[in-house]
T-cell receptor, first 111, second 114 residues
Framework: KQEVTQIPAALSVPEGENLVLNCSFT??????LQWFRQDPGKGLTSLLL?????REQTSGRLNASLDKSSGRSTLYIAASQPGDSATYLC??????????FGKGTTLSVSS | GAGVSQSPSNKVTEKGKDVELRCDPI?????LYWYRQSLGQGLEFLIY????????KSGLPSDRFSAERTGGSVSTLTIQRTQQEDSAVYLC????????????FGPGTRLTVT
């Protein structure tokens, strides 16, 4: 059974710092991995989707990497801003299933 | 274009009552998913629809939960005889194809059972 783990559960950084969020999964037979952002009381906003054949994806200040063989993904946020404060969720998609989510990392960026 | 929409945004109901939650997926998306987000439990899959295929109901927690999708578009999640443990945020997502496509989420319905 696939399990997705995100470390750390919470992170507080000062504005401007670069940071890395970690995601690991137990079964490497995935189709893709998706990173989401969730603001309090809101739905999920898709940030990046990495297909299993890809190594990384970039969008603005965000860069996500995927190492399928080791079951790991990282989300790198450059030059963090207070507006980046949210919960970041990692999810994997396997054949015949829906997305399987980690429990998220809650990020707080102070000005 | 319009994203995934859900209604109501909030629902408070008494224990034992039935509730219906609605999801309007992105136009043209053939796959539709329901997830539940409970405090401390994270997001869990409930059910998904792909085109005209039989839905995958493997995530439904009990037979009090059911869902239908009419005309390959709008979906309704029904919870019968609600219990307090059903209190959660119910999220709907859609994607353009089965497997591998990016999923787009709605804002969710917050259900509170008193």
């Amino acid at each position: 059974k696939q399990e997705v783990t995100q470390i750390p559960a919470a992170l507080s950084v000062p504005e401007g710092e670069n940071l890395v969020l970690n995601c690991s999964f137990t079964d490497s037979a995935i189709y893709n991995l998706q990173w989401f952002r969730q603001d309090p009381g809101k739905g999920l906003t898709s940030l990046l989707l990495i297909q299993s054949s890809q190594r990384e994806q970039t969008s603005g200040r965000l860069n996500a990497s995927l190492d399928k063989s080791s079951g790991r993904s990282t989300l790198y946020i450059a030059a963090s801003q207070p507006g980046d404060s949210a919960t970041y969720l990692c999810a994997v998609y396997q054949a015949g299933t829906a997305l399987i989510f980690g429990k998220g990392t809650t990020l707080s960026v102070s000005s | 274009g319009a994203g995934v929409s859900q209604s109501p945004s909030n629902k408070v109901t008494e224990k034992g009552k039935d509730v219906e939650l609605r999801c309007d997926p992105i136009s043209g998306h053939t796959a539709l998913y329901w997830y539940r987000q409970s405090l401390g439990q994270g997001l869990e899959f409930l059910i998904y629809f792909q085109g005209n295929s039989a839905p995958d109901k493997s995530g439904l927690p009990s037979d009090r939960f059911s869902a239908e999708r009419t005309g390959g578009s709008v979906s309704t999640l029904t919870i019968q005889r609600t219990q307090q443990e059903d209190s959660a945020v119910y999220l709907c997502a859609s994607s353009s194809q089965r497997g591998g496509a990016e999923q787009y989420f709605g804002p969710g319905t917050r259900l509170t059972v008193t």
